[in-house]
């Protein structure tokens, strides 16, 4: 039985970046969510638990949310398809469970890792 249940859903930031990151690691050539210490310049390979901090949440002039990803690649990938299939996953798993219509994501891609 399904069926519209009226009034609003509020997701935290905190929800959509998880969504987000559980959306990333499903998807080929992401090795993973990066943390990227400025005054050092490098970034780091996050574990599974710590997804969201590779991941900036914030609403746009506009009115529209924006995902950052922070993510680390395998070596030898096409990178403009793994950002493609990326930005499709995350836009589609946030629309079927969080109920957000066309949200902006951008990935940044802050290091290769070699396959073993």
Do not use: W
Not at 24 to 37: F, S
Not at 63 to 89: F, K, Y
């Amino acid at each position: 039985m399904s069926g519209v249940v009226p009034g609003t859903l509020k997701v935290s930031n905190d929800c959509i970046a998880d969504l987000a990151g559980y959306a990333a690691l499903e998807c080929y050539g992401v090795v993973g969510m990066a943390d990227v210490d400025e005054q050092k310049g490098v970034a780091q390979l996050l574990p599974a638990n710590r997804l969201r901090r590779g991941i900036d949440v914030a609403a746009t002039d506009d009115g529209r949310l924006r995902v950052d990803l922070h993510v680390i690649v395998e070596q030898g990938v096409n990178m403009s398809s793994v950002v493609g299939n990326l930005t499709s996953a995350v836009k589609f798993l946030l629309k079927q469970i969080a109920e957000l219509d066309n949200p902006e994501v951008v990935v940044h891609i802050e290091g290769l890792r070699a396959t073993r």
